[in-house]
């Protein structure tokens, strides 16, 4: 397992252990600990509503062309934006620190 960070709105970080095994995104790490993470299409990269701010991390994956399109259309998207359900959970990811971004 891993860990990941979620970033409240006043600074603190809550850790979440994250399993590298189960082949689990972030979105859905997110969701199983009761964060309020829509995920309205269930991690198909078309409705943004699993939107972070990446704080802190290591090596991300590249965006796909999917991920790369859904964020240049939404107006909150800033440099350091995902959508949480394209990253998948991995040792690299250990530390990550995000925010949940309010229209998701
Ligand atoms: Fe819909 Fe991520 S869950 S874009």
């Not at 995104?25 to 829509?38: I, P």
């Not at 943004?48 to 994956?61: D, K, N």
């Not at 240049?72 to 959508?83: N, V, W």
Request: charged share 25%; glycine share 6%; aromatic share 2%.
């Amino acid at each position: 397992t891993i860990n990941i960070y979620v970033e409240q709105d006043n600074g603190e970080r809550i850790a979440l252990e994250a399993p590298t095994d189960m082949g689990l995104s972030v979105m859905e790490v997110l969701k199983a600990n009761e964060f309020d993470v829509q995920a309205v299409c269930g991690g198909m990269a078309i409705c943004a509503t699993c939107h972070v701010e990446v704080l802190q991390s290591g090596e991300l994956p590249e965006m796909n062309d999917d991920e790369a399109y859904m964020l240049e259309t939404l107006p909150h998207a800033t440099e350091s934006s995902r959508l949480s359900c394209q990253l998948r959970v991995n040792p690299e990811l250990d530390g990550l620190v995000v925010r949940i971004m309010p229209e998701a």
